[in-house]
Nanobody, 123 residues
Framework: QVQLVESGGGLVQAGGSLRLSCAAS????????MGWFRQAPGKEREFVAT????????RYEDSVKGRFTISRENALNTVYQQMNSLKHEDTAVYYC????????????????WGQGTRVTVSS
């Protein structure tokens, strides 16, 4: 049974930083692309970032480039998202997702999902 468990969300002031973590179990972690998505209040869930199984390939949504960094530690079955220079518009529930296969930025292409962790950025 695959489980993805996010942590690290919370309340932060604009300009601040947070690091999200996602611990995975029940899958061969290094064979999966891992992604972060987010859903803001009243909006659809959107792609944020993804990283290949080896960690050598990453992709970001344009609005987070230069501010967010996705990384992974395969020995710990964990993927991270460092979020710096946070803005009010980053407020959302952040979801971790796993995909077996090639890179994808569309949520329907991801196989497994976590329950999400809430990030609130006060302006």
């Amino acid at each position: 049974q695959v489980q993805l468990v996010e942590s690290g969300g919370g309340l932060v002031q604009a300009g601040g930083s947070l690091r999200l973590s996602c611990a995975a179990s029940g899958l061969t972690f290094s064979r999966y692309y891992m992604g972060w998505f987010r859903q803001a209040p009243g909006k659809e869930r959107e792609f944020v970032a993804t990283i290949s199984g080896s960690g050598g390939t990453t992709r970001y949504e344009d609005s987070v480039k230069g501010r967010f960094t996705i990384s992974r530690e395969n020995a710990l079955n964990t993927v991270y998202q460092q979020m710096n220079s946070l803005k009010h518009e980053d407020t959302a529930v952040y979801y971790c997702a796993a995909r077996f296969g090639v890179v994808a930025i569309t949520e329907r292409n991801y196989d497994y999902w976590g329950q999400g962790t809430r990030v609130t950025v006060s302006s």
